[in-house]
């Protein structure tokens, strides 16, 4: 192999190497200068520079900083490096102060990060333009961006061979490439699970591996019978529209083939790669980084633009319920060697919802009095685009003892915290002075839970305004079943005597709360 194909393939190993050399340099140079000798300044210095070294590397990584074939332009780089190394110089300056090292010349500690940043933007601007030329030199034989299986696109056949004279012989000829294709890029188990729901061999299914919408929407002819992409999720810049582009090339109930790595996967394989000591402090940073930092609406346009949303951290819920809003519906989901493949139909067209609920704190629309459509305010305890699988979990799990989806998925661990404490439920006290709500009432329901409801206790209920604190809290019935019949007790009440009703509830709520008798779902 020439060496520059050797240095093509093995690129980002050489480049972390090349880094390291970097970091060492600037630390000695910084050193050699100081007013001292090596020999006394190393012993002191070796220790915690080991320490800044795991720390670069582990943020660099986790930043994409190693992938230049990544970065679509040279400035998205040149910003990534100044992000790195702020983040870098946040951390050691925190650790500086705040344990009071002052043990450490800053002018060497600074020096080294600063002197760091000027040889790496220099550098890497030149390995950046060898990387990006050779990447679009050896990308047809190393990565395929995108492979659609149609039978023009069949290898050359011997038409002299006795094998592939007889149409057949054609036929199986492309069955066998089709399962090569797929085995090779995802192994024999995949292509099980493929054949369990399509006839993956048909010449009409599309198996193709890419993330743009662009080549969704030139494949040729419409209303097909399946789409199969072998491409990650987590890769794709624009989710929705992607998703948007399949429903729009099949056929009412055609089918769409498709993996994620999901964030708990994507967790499971940092751990397996680095070892222990390092372990959760790679997948702290890598949560802040690619987990919380897209979903701040001021750093969200900066994220996207540096990594073209490449590698992006994203729940199943998320990804599921983007898909149920994009016309599908769910049919299975399956893990398959640390990814999460997922087969679903088309059964509409997509929502387009321009406001998806997004951020830490969301309006849900709920019933309120007289029927009207209220925007209840709540902390966030679900993963993005929850709201569109309510109904898919329901038919899954049905109701808990509490009277909640069970087993819902869709829940955050930080979420399952705030929903036992009712912290959840504080930014509802905005729709209270808003006048939209009381403390004291019936639950704000959304049109799928108030269709469960018994005709009278709904005629009932839409004389009224919701409230924060529900009937079943005061009078210890969680459940479906009880927590209407709390209601149908709360609103009889409410009928004859409202103010005194409400007060009655309120102190029995307070008190069962603050004894523990009762807990949030």
């Not at 333009?129 to 990447?135: E, G, H, P």
């Not at 089918?255 to 790595?261: A, F, H, K, Q």
Request: proline share 5%; glycine share 4%; hydrophobic share 40%.
């Amino acid at each position: 192999m020439q060496l520059d194909k050797l240095f093509y393939k093995y690129n980002k190993y050489f480049i972390i190497l090349f880094d390291l050399l970097l970091v060492s340099s600037s630390f000695l140079i910084l050193a050699w200068a100081k007013p001292a000798t090596i020999r006394l300044v190393l012993p002191q210095y070796l220790t915690p520079f080991f320490i800044y070294l795991i720390i670069w590397l582990a943020i660099s990584f986790i930043m994409g900083k190693y992938d230049l074939a990544n970065f679509k332009k040279p400035i998205h780089l040149l910003v990534t490096i100044t992000i790195i190394t702020f983040i870098i110089l946040s951390i050691v300056s925190i650790l500086l102060f705040a344990l009071k090292l002052n043990a450490y010349s800053r002018a060497i500690v600074f020096g080294t990060i600063i002197l760091c940043y000027i040889l790496e933007i220099i550098s890497y601007r030149i390995i950046y333009s060898w990387v990006r030329i050779n990447s679009i030199k050896f990308e047809n034989k190393y990565f395929e961006e995108q492979i659609v299986i149609e039978r023009e696109h069949i290898p050359l056949i011997n038409l002299d061979s006795e094998d592939y004279k007889s149409q057949d012989s054609t036929k199986k000829r492309e069955e066998s490439t089709r399962k090569k294709l797929i085995t090779r890029e995802t192994g024999p188990s995949v292509f099980e699970y493929f054949s369990e729901h399509l006839n993956v061999d048909s010449e009409s299914i599309v198996l193709t591996a890419t993330t743009t919408p662009f080549n969704i929407e030139n494949l040729n002819g419409q209303e097909l019978p399946a789409i199969i992409n072998l491409k990650k999720v987590n890769d794709m810049r624009y989710i929705n529209k992607f998703f948007e582009a399949v429903n729009s090339k099949l056929r009412d109930a055609g089918m769409y083939i498709g993996c994620v790595e999901t964030s708990r996967q994507r967790y499971v394989r940092i751990g397996n790669k680095y070892p222990a000591f390092i372990r959760q402090l790679v997948i702290l940073f890598d949560f802040g980084i690619n987990r919380i930092i897209p979903r701040l609406s001021g750093f969200k346009n900066i994220y996207f633009n540096i990594t073209a949303g490449v590698k992006r951290t994203i729940s199943k819920a998320e990804v599921l319920g983007r898909l149920v809003s994009c016309g599908f519906e769910i049919i299975e989901y399956k893990e398959i060697n640390n990814l999460t493949y997922f087969v679903v139909m088309k059964t509409g067209e997509p929502a387009y919802n321009p406001n998806p609920s997004y951020g830490p704190l969301f309006k849900m629309p709920r019933i309120g009095k007289e029927g009207k459509i209220i925007n209840v305010y709540k902390f966030r305890t679900m993963h993005p685009y929850s709201e569109y699988l309510q109904d898919y979990v329901l038919r899954l799990n049905g109701y808990s003892i509490v009277g909640k989806p069970a087993d819902d998925f869709r829940l955050t661990k930080w979420g399952k915290f705030m929903r036992k404490y009712w912290l959840d439920e504080l930014p509802q006290l905005i729709n209270v002075l808003r006048g939209e709500m009381k403390l004291v009432g019936i639950r704000p329901l959304s049109r799928r839970a108030f269709e469960d409801y018994p005709d009278d206790v709904k005629e009932m209920r839409i004389k009224y305004k919701p409230g924060c604190i529900p009937p079943y809290v005061a009078l210890l019935k969680q459940g479906m079943a009880q927590s209407i019949e709390a209601e149908r007790t709360y609103l009889k009440e409410k009928e004859k005597n409202p103010f005194v009703t409400d007060l009655k509830y309120f102190k029995m709520a307070v008190f069962n709360i603050i004894t523990n008798k009762i807990r949030s779902a």
